[in-house]
């Protein structure tokens, strides 16, 4: 039986916003079409469901940690990069129990905030059986880690069995940084993406330190290493930002940077002159409870880039909430609802490679369906709700 839903606006997302607009969906949730309110009572259309609000795809995560999540509330805020990093050490103690507990009650918020894909980071196979249970698609980023080139090959060669172990989830092999991966590491990871499916991430960016390490060997991700016990005697500062001196050891399939916080206008075009295929991932939440600044997301936005939205970990959020990061970036930056929703919608979906299914509200497709109530104009507040219809 066909369910006909309808809202004050349809955002298809792959086309203009429908005021009036009618969903009509199959019984397993496809598409089944979608059109203006008058041309379904033309139709003779009856038991029409009403709401007052905006119905928009299935939201796209494109940056997650679900194996973080026991870390809720743990780690003080604005501690800076290196001493967040220390803090997760410090508390990898947690029972495997508790671990699985905490990813299932994530999993299960993820699905109530209308999140229908997720791109999540797991340096374990503790997450895989939450994920083979949920309702949600997960594409896993099996991360690698590793500035001593001559751990490369052990490194790699553990990353590959892992990936074995979490079929039949869909999972591909990734750099951790530019700041913890050798030249080797990134050459095995290169080399492996040129003969398999191997769809990238990387953190990019995430603080100053980051940048000051590569330009001149100095700042306080000296004392990280110092803590991590790495040995960084074989790296010689390139006078270059981190993106700049990384990009060319990443093959030129599609890749996700994730973070951007300290991104200039000359990364990016530096970067997008070399390599056509990046995708740039904003978590501004997680970015406030490190970091306490943000990306300059108007310039990214400017600059016209493949933008994402990703929650990054509950160690860093108070949430796992597309439409929470959505709200973040309105209120800091010039944004319409309308970008907002296709940087949380389809160019998650196209960077995940699963927009034949996701992203938008299309004719066949199966994207999931949310009703967000109380956003006037498309202004997002913290009266603004989301509920999954489908
Ligand atoms: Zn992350």
Known sequence: MLQYISASVVYPVSSPPIENGVIVL??????????HLEQAKEQ?????????????PGLINTHCHLELSHLVGKIPEHTGL???????????????????????????????NGIVAVGDISNQLVSRATKTGSRLYYHTFIETLGFNPAQ???????????????????????????????????????????KEDNLLSMHNQETEDENLFFQSKQGAFLKLYEFLGLDISSFSATGKSALQSVIDELPKSRVLL????????????????????LYWCLCPNANLYIENRLPDVQMLADAGLN????????????????????????????????????????????????????????????PGLNLVEFAPEGKISDKTSIRRII
Do not use: C
């Open 44 to 56: 003779g259309f009856e038991n029409i469901r009403h709401y007052d609000g905006f119905l928009i």
């Open 258 to 277: 994730v973070h951007n916080t300290l991104t200039s206008v000359e990364d990016i075009r530096f970067a997008e002159s070399i390599h056509d295929g």
């Open 307 to 366: 933008i994402t939205i990703g929650t990054d970990s509950l160690a860093s959020n108070h949430q796992l909430s597309i439409l929470a990061e959505m709200k973040t970036l309105q209120e800091n930056f010039n944004l319409s609802f309308e970008t907002l929703l296709k940087w949380a919608t389809w160019n998650g979906a196209v960077y995940l490679g699963i927009e034949g299914d996701y992203g938008t509200l299309e004719k066949g497709k199966r």
């Open 152 to 194: 490369a090959k052990t490194i790699f060669e553990r990353a590959l069995k892992m990936k074995e172990e979490f079929k039949p989830l869909k999972a591909s092999i990734v750099p951790h940084a530019p700041y913890s991966i050798s030249k080797e590491l990134f050459a095995a990871i290169k080399d492996y993406s040129l």
């Open 26 to 35: 199959e019984e397993d949730g496809t598409v089944h079409a979608v059109l």
């Open 82 to 112: 290196q001493a967040f990093v220390q803090q997760v050490i410090k508390h990898r103690d947690s029972s495997e129990e508790m671990i699985s507990e905490a990813m299932q009650k994530a999993d299960l918020e993820m699905l109530a």
